[in-house]
């Protein structure tokens, strides 16, 4: 069982910057790969990006360039480095494995606003 919390989240202006962290706690961290999803007001949660085991990375269309993840296994924790932030981009932010199965639990997720 993996307990998730995730932190960082809050209220930007557009064009700026956060850095979301989700320490990770009750299983093997470093031989998952690991997502960040995100679920904006209406709309179901999403996959925005995941990191491999290894280190590889992958990113929706609509984030590439602008966010970065990153992972330190000594910590247990995954960050996701958001720049050049949105107004689309204000959702909930949650962290969780990839893929994703149905009977994993998710965390409290992190509020990310962007204002116009």
């Known amino acids: 069982q993996v307990q998730l919390v995730e932190s960082g989240g809050g209220l930007v202006q557009a064009g700026g910057s956060l850095r979301l962290s989700c320490a990770a706690s009750?299983?093997?961290?470093?031989?998952?790969?690991m997502g960040w999803y995100r679920q904006a007001p209406g709309n179901q949660r999403a996959l925005i990006a995941y990191?491999?085991?290894?280190?590889?990375?992958f990113y929706v269309e609509s984030v590439k360039g602008r966010f970065t993840i990153s992972r330190d296994n000594a910590k247990n924790t995954v960050y996701l480095q958001m720049n050049n932030l949105k107004p689309q981009d204000t959702a909930f932010y949650y962290c969780?494995?990839?893929?994703?199965?149905?009977?994993?639990?998710w965390g409290q997720g992190t509020q990310v606003t962007v204002s116009s």
């Open positions: 969780n494995r990839y893929p994703i199965l149905p009977y994993y639990k």
């Open positions: 009750g299983s093997s961290f470093s031989g998952n790969a």
């Open positions: 990191i491999s085991s290894a280190g590889s990375t």
